[in-house]
């Protein structure tokens, strides 16, 4: 905690609209009860290092291959959290599985955003614009976004907010993403992040 903020890292891996989103909120008010402090990316090449950068947030890119694989990556991540004082983080289009060890040390401390309705289009295998395309194969006519805390099932743990979203008619994966992106996930999850910042501050002040 600092200045009486939960202190917060995001994890990232690709474009970081989400990421921005954050950062849009945290500048407008909505995510008042935590500060982004620290962005690590495991792709050097991620366009949300650059929204880091434009934000003047600190950023980092640990990759598997830098790092001598998961383990190392994990044990990095760890180092830089611990050194900053993170008490919250959050997968924003994080695109790499935490091991067990790794979830349970930051119980109820870590949040993801998944581009569906959970438990439909969920766990390994089902990330990114994969999710859109199975959504479309099924024929569902609702689908959404769902922010949720990160435990050792992938896309399993307990849920926090969740919005739907019209699938329609002609809808390509890359349409369908969009709209998803734009009416659920960037709502949610500065929602999702301002409510358990607030909740850590709480339980912190007790
Ligand atoms: C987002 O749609 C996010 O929900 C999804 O990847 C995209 C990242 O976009 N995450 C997953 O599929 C995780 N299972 P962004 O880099 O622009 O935020």
């Not at 990095?76 to 611990?82: D, P």
Request: glycine residues 10%.
């Amino acid at each position: 905690m600092k200045n009486n903020k939960a202190s917060i890292a995001v994890l990232v891996s690709g474009g970081g609209t989400n990421l921005q989103a954050l950062l849009d909120a945290q500048k407008s008010g909505i995510l008042k009860s935590g500060s982004i402090e620290l962005v690590i990316s495991n792709n050097a090449s991620a366009y949300a290092l650059q929204r880091a950068a434009n934000a003047g947030v600190e950023a980092l890119t640990l990759t598997k291959k830098a790092c001598g694989g998961q383990q190392g990556m994990e044990e990095a991540i760890i180092h830089a959290l611990e050194e900053r004082g993170i008490d919250l983080i959050i997968l924003a289009g994080f695109m790499s599985i935490l091991s067990a060890e790794f979830t349970a040390r930051y119980d109820h401390r870590i949040l993801n955003v998944h581009p569906s309705l959970i438990p439909s289009f969920c766990g390994a295998g089902f990330y990114g614009l994969h999710v859109h395309e199975a959504a479309l194969a099924k024929g569902v006519k609702v689908t959404g976004a769902t922010v949720h805390f990160v435990n050792e099932i992938p896309d399993g743990g307990e849920i926090i907010l969740q919005k739907a979203v019209n699938v329609h008619e002609g809808d390509t994966p890359e349409k369908l993403q969009k709209r998803v992106m734009r009416q659920a996930e960037w709502k949610i999850l500065p929602a999702a992040a301002e409510k358990v910042s607030a909740s850590l501050i709480n339980r912190q002040e007790k």
